[in-house]
């Protein structure tokens, strides 16, 4: 019972969380000397590798001089702040990461507030101290202020202190020593870290953190063992957070050692193992003793802040690129996500639609993009952000945006995020011809912000934002500026056609792409959408005119990612999701129904 210790590592997105968990796994000896180890190895499925950042947090387990440590990995993204907040329940440390020259970040105070709150006693690592512009003791002070800012009590405020270059592969206690190795954390962590509280002769208290799904085995819950030993094939309650009780026994128990997963037979308190045998299993609910039930506390969950329609595609290329294509597939897809994924929910609104909820943009991008390499097509509409009535008053979600640029570009950045009803707080210098600026925003205002934020910094600015409450309604935002560029026909885009709408606007395809009446080719210069044919050829003669045979020349179209075409689409437009483009659209594409639809609405 003595030898485990459960930690998180938390931080803001890039600090270093993953690159920190693959250096402990490596110098604990959990891999033999000849396992192959991959970077980043806690990032398992290819969207996380390929973008570089955590999505679901994770679990895995050290042996380090008979103790056995049990890591959970976590996202720093603000949209998934619902994977931090129920992981922090099951832990008894965290590791807080701060970049030694960015310092604290939203997603830290994020992380902190919600770590503090629970009692826990953070080890603070201060990471990357091998960066040129680290400075690693005005970071210690960003850090303490915030505990003060966050109420923390005296012995959160005398937190240890670890610094490091996990890439580099090493720890220490003081910037002076000498050190090759992570030995100094290791020893942080068991001396700093609390033992589980709990024993094994107590009844069995289980709770459930996070969900997986095998084909064989159904649901799997991965859990903390609060209490008492859990045995397979035990007789057990599952107790649910409504308050149902249900019996049934453990089918299946596993034990994470490494990034193995292993049969086990039976599991002590403290520890965290992944059981199977339920199929109502649920996060937050607890599996008891039947003889002498006692559930936890059920866990909170951060409610979605924002929802995107998914449709059934209806285009005239419906069906040509893609597997499934039916609601009937798209239900059961989204069905079989909202069983792992508890911070996103859906509801279908008739007519082959489905309003999916979630956390923020980047949250129903990920599921959208996993959707389509699945072989999945169809249509997605703009965000839109979910308003709550409070005591009769409309409220809407508000953003904590935080904002790093250089200094020439700060006052372009500070006028548009004016017009979208953004409060600024502080604005100060960070040192090498940066500024920091802080805004309270309404999340309807950072809905397209992106792209044109890039464009306005030459992609050299940085921009984090965490959800912050419900405020009342804002009012109207400002909309995108620039209509579209209408294909009029169907067919093939040609190069001829395509030279002489260039200087109309900037277009979004090739020569030679599949085009539809209604689809959008490219935005307009003006205010106002055009209707253009960009598959008219030249007209031939057998006269040979002068200056008929110039080359023609096209400047590279702006192709959309799925996330930019969702920021660009205004309301009566639909982005068209499929294995092999991503196109944008009119929801209406006759344009004699669009007009009509416009008159009709003003």
Not at 31 to 49: A, H, L
């Amino acid at each position: 019972m003595e030898n485990i210790r459960n930690i998180a590592v938390i931080a803001h997105v890039d600090h270093g969380k993953t690159t920190m968990v693959d250096e402990l796994l490596k110098q604990s000896g959990t891999f033999s000397e000849r396992e192959q180890i991959s970077e980043r190895v806690m990032d398992s499925n290819d969207i996380e590798k390929e973008r570089g950042i955590t999505i679901l947090s994770k679990n895995t387990a050290i042996n380090y001089k008979g103790t056995k440590i049990n890591i959970i990995d976590t996202p720093g993204h603000a949209d998934f702040g619902g994977e931090v907040e129920r992981v922090l329940k099951m832990i008894d440390g965290v590791l807080l990461l701060v970049d030694a020259q960015e310092g604290v970040m939203p997603q830290t105070k994020f992380v902190v507030k919600k770590a503090l709150s629970l009692g826990l006693k953070p080890i603070v690592v201060v990471n990357k101290i091998d960066k040129p512009a680290a400075d690693p003791e005005r970071v210690i002070n960003e850090i303490f202020d915030l505990f003060v800012a966050l109420d923390a009590n005296d012995e959160q405020l005398d937190f240890p202190i670890v610094y490091a270059a996990a890439k580099n592969g090493y720890a220490k206690l003081d910037l002076n020593d000498e050190s090759d190795n992570m030995e100094p954390l290791f020893q942080t962590i068991l001396e700093k870290v609390p033992a589980p509280s709990g024993t094994n002769d107590n009844p069995l208290q289980l709770q459930v953190f996070t969900l997986g799904y095998d084909n064989f085995v159904g649901k799997i819950g991965i859990a903390r063992i609060f209490n008492g030993i859990v045995k397979k094939n035990q007789n057990v309650m599952l107790a649910k957070a409504d308050g149902t009780k249900v019996n049934g026994r453990i089918s299946k128990l596993i034990g994470f050692m490494g990034l193995e997963k292993m049969d086990i037979e039976e599991a002590k308190s403290g520890d965290i193992v992944a059981i199977a045998g339920f199929e109502a299993l649920d996060v937050g609910d607890s599996v008891v003793d039947p003889n002498n039930p006692m559930p936890l506390d059920p866990l909170h969950i951060e409610e979605p802040t924002l929802s995107i329609v998914f449709s059934v595609n209806d285009g005239p290329l419906a069906g040509t690129e893609g597997k499934h294509v039916t609601s009937n597939k798209i239900a059961e897809r989204l069905e079989a996500e909202m069983k792992t994924n508890i911070a996103m929910k859906y509801e279908s609104t008739g007519e082959g639609k489905f309003k999916v909820s979630g956390r923020g943009e980047l949250q129903i991008t990920i599921l959208a993009e996993n959707m389509r390499r699945e072989g999945f097509e169809f249509c997605m509409g703009r965000p839109e952000v979910i308003v709550k009535i409070e005591d009769g008053v409309k409220t809407e979600p508000f953003e904590h945006l935080v904002i790093d640029v250089p200094e020439e570009f700060s006052g372009a950045v500070i006028e548009k995020l004016g017009k979208r009803k953004a409060e600024m707080k502080t604005m100060a210098p960070t040192g090498d011809g940066q500024t920091r600026l802080e805004f309270e925003i309404p999340a309807r205002g950072l809905i397209g912000f992106r792209s044109q934020f890039l464009t306005d910094t030459k992609g050299e600015g940085v921009m984090n934002h965490s959800f912050l409450e419900f405020r009342p309604f804002s009012g109207a935002v400002e909309k995108r500026n620039n209509g579209a560029l209408i294909s009029m026909e169907n067919g093939v885009a040609l190069g001829y056609s395509l030279f002489n709408l260039q200087e109309r606007g900037v277009l979004f395809i090739d020569p030679q792409t599949k085009v539809y009446t209604g689809m959008i080719i490219g935005e307009h210069s003006r205010p106002n959408d055009l209707d253009v044919n960009p598959i008219k050829g030249k007209n031939l003669t057998n006269v040979r005119a002068s200056g008929s045979d110039d080359a023609i020349k096209l400047v590279p179209p702006r192709k959309l990612s799925l996330e930019r075409a969702l920021e660009w689409i205004e309301e009566d437009e639909l982005v068209e999701v499929t294995p092999q483009n991503v196109r944008v659209r009119k929801r209406y594409l006759d344009p004699t129904q669009r007009k009509r639809m416009e008159k009709a609405k003003s």
